[in-house]
């Protein structure tokens, strides 16, 4: 997916700002960059490959070179950044967060004018490149900013750094990713995730709206364009994406994921459908405390079955080979086996996407001797591949498990009971539910409805993105 940290500051804050990206390593996996402006006003950026190294360990060095007192950095699952733009609007550094859909069309409408875009290897046209080309289209930053949040179709969200040494925050038109403001005795800083400025030192001091603008100073901040009334903010953000001490809306995600695990376990209890087990766990690491959730609910114990060694491979999704990353993935699950062999095990993931690196966990507990290993998933079956961000993107909707379980089981027949499907009390959701089972070795299989996800995420469910599971927002 991707973040970003900046701060605009009475003092040097190149490592608030370095510490401030690093925070955000959980949401980004390819590459990094900083760009601080220093007291002659000159930007400094560097942007290093993080596949295979930390983010500390890539900017450590750069630290001794890098200093001022407004910067800016991101973590980026996709195109190198932040970038430099020199304009009519003046030199500014700007970093984006999105996916836009209608990238082509766009590129199209500038190179019938006879604009050029530097291409990357694959072709593409690097995502912000083309966001600060919508921008300088217009007399402003700020009008630029509207306009590319109106013409993208998909998501923005972007921080710039200014010539002047203040900083411009836009959260995306819908708000499907947040954007918070931190405030301490010497300056602001705005992030994506809520704790990396309370480890800085930095207080609590405004979230975004939806589309709403924000110019910051050292001294203070001010909207430049107000919120909308409507908003999509992702769900994943509390299922998945979001570090456990991260409030999004004003809602804590480890407590949001220990009352999704509780209303999981409530709803199996109800339909009887809970499990004799010897053990309830989560799937490391966002799992976790769906897990504990469910366990407390349901009165089992909790345990830790296996663990992740992470200190040499911290991330599953690395490196780019996939036959290497395959065999990463299997080496870092550690199992306890006292916790394992002869045991009935209930797993709970935060989520089922292709169900890949799952169906080997469960070969794995099997191998190590379980008796019986049964599945819980904290959202409902994944149907539709995300528009909006990155989030369980593919190249054709039937990678998703359970969109190609329902046309092997109806072809396209199914296509037109997917709701139906979705919800595991009816005829066909059943089916769905022994299919896979059958499929990936589980002894039972449940999902979290739609509505229970989204009561516990705790907001009003009409500003909650739930398009990857009902394919309309």
């Not at 490149?129 to 109106?150: F, R």
């Not at 089922?352 to 690196?357: A, F, H, P």
């Not at 969109?403 to 919800?423: C, F, Q, T, V």
């Amino acid at each position: 997916m991707g973040a970003f940290f900046g701060s605009a500051s009475r003092r040097d804050v190149t490592l608030d700002v370095f510490f401030g990206v690093d925070y955000h390593s959980h949401l980004g996996t390819r590459r990094a960059g900083m760009v601080m402006r220093d007291g002659n006003g000159n930007f400094n950026r560097e942007i290093h490959s993080i596949e295979n190294t930390p983010f500390r360990t890539k900017f450590e060095e750069d630290l001794n070179t890098m200093h001022g007192c407004t910067g800016i950095g991101c973590i980026s699952d996709s195109d190198p950044q932040p970038l430099i733009v020199r304009s009519h609007l003046g030199v500014f550094a700007i970093t984006t967060v999105g996916e836009i859909a209608n990238a082509e069309a766009i590129i199209k409408s500038f190179t019938g004018i006879g604009h050029q875009f530097m291409a990357m290897s694959s072709g593409a046209v690097n995502a912000t490149e083309l966001v600060a080309a919508l921008i300088n289209t217009q007399a402003s930053l700020l009008d630029g900013i509207k306009y590319a949040q109106e013409i993208i179709e998909g998501s923005i969200t972007l921080l710039i750094m200014c010539h002047d040494g203040s900083l411009i925050a836009a959260r995306d038109r819908m708000g499907r990713l947040p954007v918070l403001i931190g405030k301490d005795e010497q300056g602001y800083c705005v992030t994506f995730e809520s704790f990396a400025y309370g480890k800085l030192g930095y207080a609590d001091e405004y979230e975004l709206g939806s589309g709403e603008v924000v110019r910051i100073w050292a001294d203070g901040y001010e909207t430049l364009s107000p919120a909308r009334d409507e908003m999509r903010i992702c769900a994943f953000l509390w299922v998945y994406y979001g570090y456990p001490n991260s409030n999004y809306e004003g809602q804590n995600v480890e407590v949001m994921r220990y009352r999704n695990g509780s209303i999981m376990a409530a709803d199996d209890a109800a339909h009887g459908t809970l499990p004799d087990v010897d053990y309830v766990a989560g799937v490391p690491d966002s799992g976790l405390p769906h897990g504990i959730g469910y366990a407390t609910q349901s009165g089992k114990p909790f345990a830790r079955p296996f663990v992740k060694y992470t200190p040499t491979w911290p991330r599953s999704f690395m490196p780019a080979n996939q036959e290497v990353r395959n065999r990463v993935a299997k080496m870092k699950q550690i199992p306890v086996p006292e916790l394992i062999a002869g045991k009935r095990l209930l797993f709970v993931d935060d989520s089922i996407v292709r169900g890949t690196q799952l169906r080997e966990t469960v070969d794995f507990l099997y191998g190590a001797g379980a008796a019986e290993v049964h599945m819980r998933s904290a959202c409902p079956p994944i149907m539709f591949g995300c528009k909006y961000l990155s989030f369980s993107r593919s190249n054709s909707e039937y990678e998703l498990i359970a969109r190609r379980k329902i046309r092997e089981l109806e072809g396209d027949e199914g296509e037109n009971h997917i709701a139906e499907y979705a919800d595991g009390r009816t005829e066909r959701g059943a089916c769905l539910l022994r299919s896979i089972c059958e499929e990936m070795g589980f002894d039972s299989l449940g999902f979290q409805s739609l509505d229970g996800m989204l009561e516990a995420i705790g907001i009003d469910r009409r500003k909650v993105c739930t398009y990857c599971w009902t394919g309309h927002e």
